[in-house]
Structures are given as structure tokens and as C-alpha cells.
């Protein structure tokens, strides 16, 4: 925790960010002023010395005119003391025609000066027009700065003055008689110009403080709203969705606070459907199978402390199979509603109703006796013997067996267990004629048995979750060219070293619902296999077990679909197999999903065929193209007649119709070449090839195929 929040201390923050973004773009704009300044003063300051300089070298030219003019006044004193009048004039020099010094006059002996003007510089001089730009500037010795110019006159030269009518028409000579040169000083007014800059400057600096203040302080208090919304954040992410969002005056953070404030009414909205989607059905919305273990261990409490017991009744309605093949899902539906309707009419409402599978329903009502707990039950077989269900004016006479267990106070079975009891009580009332209840009762191995398939429930839910189950593969050999391209995929767990075959759990599996999770593990775990085997082998396919199970929520197709997408295989690459009493049992939830993936391109195969209803009118109506005879009329097909009869018949059927044909447990090279010989297309059993690990070698290399031996795990 420590660590995460001085992680969150290193972060930076708005304020900080904001403050720091307006102060660089205030130094940057005050350093762009400062230097603006600093330019614009100095070039008028300049210029308008510039124009000053003028000014003062023609007056000073006038001073000095006694030195060109011969004149003998006392010229030099008034020299002197507009000298001392202007103190930016260090020094004034004037030259002869000839450029000889004739007088200086400067401030101090020990300020520097300029050298005497040169013999080109005299020369631009007197080449200068008086009427352009007659002086000279030099800043060699900043801030120093010479201003020259010449001393000139102008003389009438025209005979015929008397003549003239204007200025204009008389002639005039101009003539260099000196040159004059001043220095000035222009440093104290960089002094004071950069005084004033560096005043002007501290002042900036000083609003910078008072603005890094109050604008941390102004910000602090504009997002304050804003970070207030920081700890309600943080409840959200750790799911906490009662969180109170603080206002604010700012239009901008209110409406992030309303933002916030839906976000999290949506989020429990969402949470509360899917808590409901997770623990609930759909259909009638009694709490599922799932849910139902939950409420059970809560009610388990409650026998703790009691006196009296409570009882689990196993509804299982007799006639509802006709109704779905009859008139369809939607008249099934309505009828599970309208059932779900009647059992929350016939017990008290603190009496717990789930619906356990597909026509399968579960009470469990407490502080009841046994009798009182039969009389619940009856009277449910006979409301709905006197009231009948509907749908769309067809009338349905469903009536229920039910189990009833025991739930004895203080507890002494877990839910699992009771909902076991209940649920063998109610098969007994179904072997007993339908339409009746049945009490369980038990002897030691039968509770043996139900404890046994408990364990397996759990074993099977851990290995779901931790992988535990094992894939294995037989070869499935195509008998006209003896070529293995088919595997199918057969399911272990593992347990250590050892491995548990199907018979041992699945009764479990199918008991307590987990086929289809199953089936789904199977599927996902084979074509992942499928596809490293088909970058070398692209001709291999895989044969796959479907249970009922995974037919009776219509899903099945989606999910082949995105495992076949992910594992970026064809559909042609599998087969799937199902069981006669499956496709039959199933038929009207079956056979669209079967159509649907045939035109993907899926192929199927009726699993062990010729043990179960054996009905050649389902098999015509069934859409598959492959039909594995029950390896019970393989076994023994070499000494007995019959069986090679009705292999002959299956075999001979199936090429009408146009299905192959595969034969199960071949296990000997005389079963093999009989088969053959009864125009079977494929073989499978122990002598083509054991159950296990997937074999590199899938090629027969003589007529006698040598049978796979990696383990003799059967």
C-alpha cells in the first residue's frame, strides 16, 4: 500500500502542471516585453541623440566660426561654456582647411578620445553635399560616439549682380574652410536605460511571485472539486458503486460530476443483470442450478439451529418433450412459465423455488414434516391434472413426478447429497408409472453411490478449472486405400500417474450438468491440437464426441464457430459424433444446429448405432454422413451369422443413402478382412490402433496394418 501511494506522490498534478505551464508562458512573455523594451528605448534614446548631436555640432560650428573668419573675440570662452552646459559632449575639436588641429576643448584630460580625423576621413568629409547628410557618425568607441562634419562658406561669384532678378539666378561657390569633430558620451544614458530595465525587470519578478501564489492559490480552489472526485474514483475501481460525487460551481466539473454519477448508476445496473443473468433463469426467473447450491447452504444454516426439518422435492415434468417436438420452443417456454407460475403459488414465499435444468424443477421448504412435504407434491401432480396449461388456445395435460428427500435438523447431508436423494426418489417415480411422488430411501450403498458422484462433481469442476483432463487419439483407418487420415478424440483425466476413463465420470458429469463445459473443453483443447498437426499434415482430421448436453441451449454452433476462427481452421477439418440417443432424444433441438454446421461445412457421424432405438426413419432424417456401427456386432462378426447379417444391412443401407460406414472395435486381422469384404468404408479398434498420444505414422505400409502401441491404455 505504501509503495502505490508514494508511486501516486511522484505523479504529477493538475495544479502543479498549470501553474508551472502559465508561469513559463508569463517568463516568456515578460523576457519578450523586457527585450522589446530594451530595443525600442535604446533606438530612441539613440535617435534622439542622434538628432541632438546634430543640433549641437551646427552650434558649435557657429561657436568656432571666429577660428575660420580670423576673427579675434574671445570665441573659446563660449565654447567652454556650452561645453559645461551640455555634459554629453566630452571634447569639441576643430580642423583647418588643411586638416591641422587648430583648437580642442574637452571635459577631462583623463577621458579618452577619439585619434584626429584621418586624411579619408577628411576626404569623405569634404565630399559630403551640404544638402544630403553632411555629417559623419563613428561608433568604434561605443560609448564613445564621434560626430564630423565640414565648415564651409559660400560666395557670390557672379559679375552681374545688379542683373540678377533672384537668389536663384546668382552664382554661388562653396568652399571647405575646417572641419569640426565632437565627441559625446552616450554611456550614462545606457546607465540609466539599463537602470530602469533591471528596476522594471525586479518588479516583473516580484509580480511573478505574487502571481505563482495566488494562482496556485486561485487553481487549488477551481479544481479542488475536480481532485475531491478522486476518492469516489477509487471506490468505483475497487468496486465500491454507493459513492457520493461532491458539486461544484464550475459548469465543466458539474457536468464530469454527472458523468460520474450515471457511470456508476450504469455500472450497478450492469452488475445487478448480471448477477441476475449468473444466478438466475431466464425463462421463468427462479434462481438456477448455480444459485441454487448457494440458497441451499444458507438454509443448511438455518437447520442448525432448528428443531424441525425441511424437505427437497425433485419436479420432473412427464409429458414436456411432446409439447417442444409438437408445437415448438415457444409453446415449451410459455409452459415453463406457467409451471414456475403454479409452484410459487403452492408454497409459502419463503419457501425457496429454482429451476434445476431443462423441465426440471427443485423446492426446498422448511420446518415441514415429512408428510406435510408429501402433501405439497400431491397437491402439485393434481392441480395440474385439474387445470391445464395453454398456449395459444392448444390446451397441454402435463402432469410431474416428484422425489422427496428429507432434510433432517441439525443437518446431516450437504445440498449436493439432498438434491442426489430427491433426484434418484424422482426417477424412482417415474420407473413407478409417472404421475406420482416417491420418498428416497436408501441403503448404505446407494448413499454410497450418491456420495461417489458427489466427488466427482467437485473432481470434475477442479479439473475444468485447472486443465486436469487429458486428450487421447485413435485412428480411424479408410479401408479402400489403408490410408489413416481420422483420429478421434477421446477424453482421460489424469489422476498422478494414473488415468480415469469416461465410464467413471461422466455419469457424474451428466448428473450434476457439466457435459456441456465438457464437451466445450474437449472441442477447444482438440482444434488447437488439430492445428499444429495440420501445418505438416493438412489432411488430418479429427472426430469429436457431442453430448446432448450441448445441444438444448442452442449455442453450440457460435462456439465451433470461434474455436474454428481461432484456431484458423476449415470447418471440413472435424467430424462430429453423436449418439443415437442423442440424436433422437434431442431431435428437434439437434437437427437445425446440425444443418447449420453442415453448410458451414462440419461432417457427422451417429455413434454406436444399431444399441439404441436402431430406427431407420430417424436415420433418414437424420443429416449425417458417417454411421459407426456398435462395435457389439464387430466382436464376434467372424462366428456369428447375425451379426454379420446386420452389418451387411447397415453397410448396404448406408451406401444407398449415401453415408460411409465405420466399424468400432476391430481387433484382429480376420475381424478386418471380413468388414472389408461386408463393404465397410472404415475401421477402428484395438488392432488399427490403441488410444493415446497423437503418432506421427498414419500410413498402413502393408495389407496388415500395424496397430499404434505407445500405451496400452485401451
Not at 434 to 460: C, G, K, P, V, Y
Request: hydrophobic share 40%; with cysteine; charged share 25%.
Amino acid at each position: 500500500m505504501s509503495k502505490g501511494k508514494a508511486s501516486g506522490n511522484s505523479q504529477r498534478t493538475i495544479v502543479r502542471e498549470m501553474l508551472f505551464a502559465q508561469l513559463a508562458f508569463a517568463a516568456f512573455v515578460g523576457i519578450i516585453a523586457l527585450g522589446c523594451v530594451w530595443w525600442v528605448s535604446n533606438w530612441v534614446v539613440r535617435d534622439n541623440l542622434t538628432d541632438w548631436a546634430t543640433r549641437w555640432i551646427g552650434e558649435m560650428e557657429s561657436l568656432g566660426s571666429g577660428f575660420y573668419l580670423r576673427q579675434n573675440d574671445e570665441r573659446f570662452l563660449d565654447i567652454e561654456k556650452y561645453l559645461a552646459r551640455y555634459t554629453e559632449i566630452v571634447y569639441v575639436r576643430y580642423y583647418d582647411a588643411n586638416g591641422a588641429v587648430i583648437y580642442v576643448e574637452h571635459e577631462a584630460d583623463t577621458h579618452p578620445i577619439y585619434p584626429v580625423l584621418n586624411s579619408t576621413e577628411l576626404v569623405t568629409l569634404r565630399d559630403a553635399r551640404p544638402d544630403a547628410n553632411p555629417y559623419r557618425l563613428d561608433e568604434s568607441y561605443e560609448p564613445l560616439v564621434r560626430i564630423s562634419q565640414a565648415v564651409s562658406t559660400e560666395a557670390i561669384v557672379s559679375i552681374d549682380l545688379f542683373m540678377a532678378q533672384s537668389l536663384d539666378e546668382l552664382q554661388t561657390e562653396t568652399s571647405v574652410v575646417g572641419f569640426i569633430e565632437l565627441g559625446l558620451d552616450y554611456g550614462r544614458y545606457d546607465q540609466n536605460l539599463f537602470g530602469s530595465i533591471a528596476l522594471g525587470s525586479a518588479f516583473v519578478v516580484v509580480a511573478f511571485l505574487v502571481l505563482t501564489l495566488v494562482g496556485r492559490i486561485a487553481l487549488r480552489r477551481a479544481v479542488q472539486p475536480l481532485v475531491s472526485m478522486q476518492a469516489p474514483l477509487e471506490k468505483m475501481a475497487e468496486g465500491e458503486l454507493e459513492v457520493e460525487v461532491p458539486t461544484s460551481p464550475y459548469r465543466e466539473i458539474t457536468a464530469i460530476g454527472r458523468a460520474l454519477e450515471a457511470a456508476a448508476s450504469s455500472i450497478r445496473e450492469r452488475d445487478k443483470h448480471l448477477r441476475r443473468l449468473a444466478n438466475y433463469d431466464a425463462l421463468t426467473g427462479l434462481p438456477n442450478r448455480h444459485h441454487l447450491i448457494d440458497l441451499l447452504n444458507i438454509r443448511m444454516g438455518e437447520l442448525v439451529h432448528g428443531s424441525q426439518p425441511g424437505a427437497v422435492l425433485f419436479i420432473d415434468l412427464d409429458q414436456f418433450k411432446y409439447v417442444n417436438d409438437s408445437f415448438g420452443h415457444q409453446a415449451g417456454d410459455a409452459v415453463l412459465k406457467q409451471i414456475a407460475e403454479r409452484l410459487r403459488q403452492l408454497v409459502r414465499e419463503q419457501d425457496l423455488i429454482a429451476r434445476y435444468s431443462g423441465d426440471e424443477f427443485i423446492i426446498f421448504v422448511n420446518h415441514v414434516s415429512r408428510e406435510r412435504a408429501d402433501e405439497i407434491a400431491r397437491q402439485l401432480i393434481q392441480e395440474l391434472r385439474e387445470y391445464p396449461l395453454s398456449y395459444e388456445g392448444q390446451r397441454f395435460n402435463i402432469s410431474c413426478s416428484v422425489g422427496i428427500t428429507v432434510a433432517p435438523a441439525p443437518p446431516i447431508f450437504t445440498p449436493e447429497e439432498l438434491i442426489s436423494q430427491a433426484d434418484v426418489a424422482c426417477r424412482q417415480a417415474k420407473a413407478l408409472g409417472r404421475n406420482r411422488t416417491s420418498h428416497f430411501s436408501a441403503d448404505q450403498s446407494e448413499l454410497a453411490s450418491i456420495r461417489s458422484d458427489l466427488e466427482w462433481h467437485q473432481r470434475l469442476e477442479l479439473a475444468l478449472q485447472n486443465d486436469d483432463f487429458e486428450l487421447h487419439f485413435q485412428p480411424i483407418m479408410g479401408l479402400l486405400h489403408d490410408d489413416i487420415r481420422h483420429y478421434e478424440v477421446l477424453v482421460r483425466v489424469r489422476d498422478g500417474d494414473d488415468l480415469i476413463y469416461p465410464d467413471a465420470f461422466l455419469p457424474a458429469a451428466v448428473r450434476f450438468g457439466l457435459m456441456q463445459e465438457i464437451d466445450h473443453w474437449v472441442i477447444a483443447h482438440a482444434l488447437q491440437q488439430l492445428a499444429d498437426v495440420r501445418r505438416t499434415r493438412p489432411e488430418i482430421c479429427f472426430s469429436i464426441n457431442i453430448t446432448g448436453s450441448s445441444f438444448v441451449d442452442g449455442t453450440l454452433v457460435t462456439y465451433i464457430s470461434e474455436q474454428l476462427d481461432a484456431s484458423d481452421l476449415p470447418a471440413s477439418s472435424i467430424v462430429l459424433e453423436i449418439t443415437e440417443q442423442v440424436a433422437v432424444g434431442t431431435f428437434s433441438d439437434a437437427v437445425p444446429q446440425i444443418m447449420e454446421l453442415i453448410e458451414q461445412g462440419c461432417e457427422f457421424a451417429v455413434d454406436d448405432f444399431g444399441t439404441g432405438y436402431s430406427s431407420l426413419s430417424y436415420l433418414k432424417r437424420l443429416p449425417v454422413q458417417y454411421i459407426k456401427i456398435d462395435g457389439a456386432f464387430i466382436q464376434r462378426i467372424t462366428s456369428n451369422d447375425v451379426d454379420q447379417a446386420i452389418v451387411r444391412a447397415v453397410a448396404e443401407i448406408a451406401r444407398i443413402m449415401g453415408k460411409r460406414t465405420v466399424a468400432e472395435f476391430v481387433g484382429d486381422e480376420a475381424t478386418l478382412k471380413l468388414i472389408r469384404k461386408l463393404g465397410i468404408d472404415y475401421a477402428q479398434g484395438f488392432y488399427i490402433g490403441k488410444p493415446g498420444p497423437l503418432p506421427f505414422a498414419t500410413k498402413a505400409t502393408s495389407d496388415r496394418v500395424v496397430p499404434f502401441r505407445q500405451r496400452n491404455v485401451g
